[in-house]
């Protein structure tokens, strides 16, 4: 099969003179992750003996890899494409176990002693209740246990607490089933005290799950009380960058009749089979490659003996926006760095580094990291300068409060937000709103124009404001009152221009309704004067022969300014068209036209 396997990855890339930059990420062994899908609908269709052979080899193989590559002695694997789905199969697996009747009488026999199950306060959002939807229990089967506060780290889940509570729940009797720990949270990779939390298990009689950035556990000191753990789960594919590969829950358990009952097992081969996109990479990686992989990872943090993620944010001061415009900006300036924005309930908006999740997918090396740090050294002393000059770009606004209107945008970063208020009164609402529609996109257009640094913008994507001209960030030695007095004075040249071309089309409009009377006027004079026997087509021709009509040509002149249409007579046969306006020269105007009269 690897192989098989190789020959088609090199048959595509020689197809490919210039492979995407996407394809060059995945890899070869993401190559194969994505081949294994393929492979397994083929193999499908083998015989049922030969599949089973099969399907039992390549589940073993896995699990005895995963096994000896976490240090996880004498565990079975379970591997599922919900990574919440081993958790919930252990859980019922905990409950077959610790209610001998639960087989025979189910969820009644759970009345009579209320199973509970413990989490952190870090662990993931809504983890705790979807166990309890798919478990079939209640609510108050969940206890939350609160992290450090005083002593101790503030992510850390307080072990002395989860002890009393415990006592509590056992008191009122209750039955503790199941703890989840934090290898590695979530939002920020902190790392519960594994080892006095498997004690304490023991000491109740407690199932002890670890989920989290468990792939960093081989390099740290807690890796022999993770090892000690009752279950954890995996998620390879995104340590490895291995598209579409299953997460994993590795376990410990005896008794494979209550494995199979809770679903850790399976005896349908099919199922086996998705184990194979990740048996594939395994093999091509080896175990040197993946240690090595993990490896680099953590090694862009600088710090192999704290958690392999990196957290910061702006200033604790600043709006939540700001953290989260750094982060955007970050990500669209240095995006094979993999920086993302996150919301932590007790930090807030923070940019969080975790090449841990993005390293293997996006190639990110160390000069990334520098890159990362230049610009953010760079960004800062901007954002800086720019909450600085807030309040003066504010008052300065509120000073043009005849034409400009300060807007309130919380989560824009830059210096803030103006809309420009043309003088609409007795306009109806429709026509106001289109002229200011107009008006701010004008001049948006024309700031843009301005030979500066300043960034000007329709503001944020998803934005609540319209019609609104967002500043970006300055640096220190902007002009705030110059700002604002070219954006006012830019929008007064428009709305005065727009007014002239108002006025301007309306005078046209009648100029030529007048002419088009005048016009029909003189035909009906031409009518009178000729006759009607000169308006007839063969007749008119063989009398206008023999007796000529000596007629004037009557030209016409158009004055914008005055808004009025002049008759001029030519006595040529040439009509020489004389257009004037008179708009930026209306004293000279009786003296320009009275060439034209004579003429």
């Given at each position: 099969i690897l192989h098989l396997v190789h020959n088609l990855i090199h048959e595509e890339e020689e197809k490919e003179d210039k492979p995407s930059q996407q394809m060059q990420n995945v890899g070869e062994q993401g190559h194969m992750a994505l081949l294994g899908h393929s492979l397994a609908a083929y193999i499908s269709v083998l015989d049922r003996e030969r599949l089973r052979k099969l399907t039992t080899r390549i589940l073993s193989d896995t699990t005895l890899w995963l096994c000896r590559l976490f240090r996880y002695e004498n565990g079975s694997a379970y591997f599922h494409e919900d990574n919440r789905d081993g958790l919930v199969k252990v859980c019922r697996l905990v409950i077959n176990a610790r209610y001998e009747e639960y087989a025979s009488e189910g969820y009644a026999v759970l009345s009579s002693k209320q199973p509970v199950i413990y989490q952190s306060a870090s662990s993931r959002p809504g983890l705790g209740q979807h166990l309890c939807s798919q478990l079939g229990l209640p609510l108050s089967s969940l206890c939350t246990v609160p992290c450090n506060t005083i002593f101790g780290s503030q992510h850390q889940m307080d072990v002395a607490l989860l002890d009393k509570l415990i006592k509590e729940d056992v008191e009122a009797g209750k039955l503790p089933l199941l703890l989840i720990a934090n290898a590695g949270t979530p939002g920020a990779g902190h790392t519960d005290k594994l080892g006095r939390l498997k004690d304490l298990c023991d000491q109740y009689s407690m199932w002890l799950h670890v989920e989290g950035w468990v792939s960093s556990l081989p390099l740290q000191w807690i890796v022999l009380a993770a090892t000690r753990s009752d279950s954890m789960t995996l998620t390879p594919g995104q340590w490895l960058g291995l598209p579409a590969v299953t997460a994993v829950t590795l376990y410990r358990h005896e008794d494979p009749a209550l494995s199979l009952a809770a679903g850790l097992t399976s005896s349908q081969p099919v199922e086996k089979l998705r184990a194979l996109p990740l048996w594939l990479s395994l093999q091509y990686l080896g175990h040197n490659g993946i240690v090595q992989k993990i490896r680099q990872a953590t090694a862009l943090v600088e710090d192999e003996h704290s958690s392999p993620v990196v957290l910061f944010k702006f200033s604790q001061e600043m709006s939540a926006g700001k953290g989260l415009t750094l982060g955007e900006q970050l990500a669209r300036l240095v995006p094979s760095s993999g920086v993302e924005v996150v919301e932590l309930e007790d930090e807030g908006t923070c940019v969080r580094f975790s090449p841990l999740l993005t390293a293997a997918v996006l190639g990110t090396q160390q000069e990334d990291v520098e890159d990362l740090v230049e610009k953010l050294m760079e960004l800062v002393p901007v954002m800086s300068s720019t909450m600085c000059l807030r309040q003066d770009f504010r008052e300065e606004t509120h000073r043009h409060a005849a034409s400009l209107r300060y807007i309130e945008e919380l989560s824009w970063p830059g210096l803030g937000a103006v809309r420009y208020q043309p003088q609409t009164e007795g306009v109806d609402e429709n026509r106001r709103k289109q002229e200011l529609e107009k008006i701010n996109t004008e001049l948006l257009k024309k700031l843009q124009e301005l030979d500066t640094d300043i960034v000007f913008s329709t503001?944020?994507?998803?934005?609540?404001?319209?019609?609104?001209?967002?500043?970006?960030?300055?640096?220190?030695?902007?002009?705030?009152?110059?700002?604002?007095?070219?954006?006012?004075?830019?929008?007064?040249?428009?709305?005065?221009?727009?007014?002239?071309?108002?006025?301007?089309?309306?005078?046209?409009?009648?100029?030529?309704?007048?002419?088009?009377?005048?016009?029909?006027?003189?035909?009906?004079?031409?009518?009178?004067?000729?006759?009607?026997?000169?308006?007839?087509?063969?007749?008119?021709?063989?009398?206008?022969?023999?007796?000529?009509?000596?007629?004037?040509?009557?030209?016409?002149?158009?004055?914008?300014?005055?808004?009025?249409?002049?008759?001029?007579?030519?006595?040529?046969?040439?009509?020489?068209?004389?257009?004037?306006?008179?708009?930026?020269?209306?004293?000279?105007?009786?003296?320009?036209?009275?060439?034209?009269?004579?003429?």
């Amino acid at each position: 099969i690897l192989h098989l396997v190789h020959n088609l990855i090199h048959e595509e890339e020689e197809k490919e003179d210039k492979p995407s930059q996407q394809m060059q990420n995945v890899g070869e062994q993401g190559h194969m992750a994505l081949l294994g899908h393929s492979l397994a609908a083929y193999i499908s269709v083998l015989d049922r003996e030969r599949l089973r052979k099969l399907t039992t080899r390549i589940l073993s193989d896995t699990t005895l890899w995963l096994c000896r590559l976490f240090r996880y002695e004498n565990g079975s694997a379970y591997f599922h494409e919900d990574n919440r789905d081993g958790l919930v199969k252990v859980c019922r697996l905990v409950i077959n176990a610790r209610y001998e009747e639960y087989a025979s009488e189910g969820y009644a026999v759970l009345s009579s002693k209320q199973p509970v199950i413990y989490q952190s306060a870090s662990s993931r959002p809504g983890l705790g209740q979807h166990l309890c939807s798919q478990l079939g229990l209640p609510l108050s089967s969940l206890c939350t246990v609160p992290c450090n506060t005083i002593f101790g780290s503030q992510h850390q889940m307080d072990v002395a607490l989860l002890d009393k509570l415990i006592k509590e729940d056992v008191e009122a009797g209750k039955l503790p089933l199941l703890l989840i720990a934090n290898a590695g949270t979530p939002g920020a990779g902190h790392t519960d005290k594994l080892g006095r939390l498997k004690d304490l298990c023991d000491q109740y009689s407690m199932w002890l799950h670890v989920e989290g950035w468990v792939s960093s556990l081989p390099l740290q000191w807690i890796v022999l009380a993770a090892t000690r753990s009752d279950s954890m789960t995996l998620t390879p594919g995104q340590w490895l960058g291995l598209p579409a590969v299953t997460a994993v829950t590795l376990y410990r358990h005896e008794d494979p009749a209550l494995s199979l009952a809770a679903g850790l097992t399976s005896s349908q081969p099919v199922e086996k089979l998705r184990a194979l996109p990740l048996w594939l990479s395994l093999q091509y990686l080896g175990h040197n490659g993946i240690v090595q992989k993990i490896r680099q990872a953590t090694a862009l943090v600088e710090d192999e003996h704290s958690s392999p993620v990196v957290l910061f944010k702006f200033s604790q001061e600043m709006s939540a926006g700001k953290g989260l415009t750094l982060g955007e900006q970050l990500a669209r300036l240095v995006p094979s760095s993999g920086v993302e924005v996150v919301e932590l309930e007790d930090e807030g908006t923070c940019v969080r580094f975790s090449p841990l999740l993005t390293a293997a997918v996006l190639g990110t090396q160390q000069e990334d990291v520098e890159d990362l740090v230049e610009k953010l050294m760079e960004l800062v002393p901007v954002m800086s300068s720019t909450m600085c000059l807030r309040q003066d770009f504010r008052e300065e606004t509120h000073r043009h409060a005849a034409s400009l209107r300060y807007i309130e945008e919380l989560s824009w970063p830059g210096l803030g937000a103006v809309r420009y208020q043309p003088q609409t009164e007795g306009v109806d609402e429709n026509r106001r709103k289109q002229e200011l529609e107009k008006i701010n996109t004008e001049l948006l257009k024309k700031l843009q124009e301005l030979d500066t640094d300043i960034v000007f913008s329709t503001g944020p994507e998803f934005g609540t404001e319209e019609d609104c001209i967002f500043v970006g960030m300055v640096t220190e030695d902007v002009d705030v009152p110059e700002l604002v007095d070219t954006i006012a004075a830019l929008g007064r040249d428009i709305e005065e221009s727009g007014r002239l071309l108002e006025n301007m089309t309306e005078v046209v409009r009648k100029g030529i309704l007048e002419a088009e009377l005048q016009l029909q006027k003189a035909n009906e004079e031409k009518l009178m004067e000729e006759g009607v026997l000169r308006q007839l087509p063969l007749v008119g021709s063989v009398l206008n022969w023999f007796s000529p009509v000596q007629s004037s040509i009557k030209g016409r002149t158009f004055n914008l300014a005055a808004g009025t249409v002049y008759c001029v007579y030519i006595q040529y046969i040439h009509v020489y068209v004389y257009v004037f306006i008179t708009m930026q020269c209306p004293a000279e105007k009786p003296a320009l036209l009275k060439p034209l009269q004579q003429r």
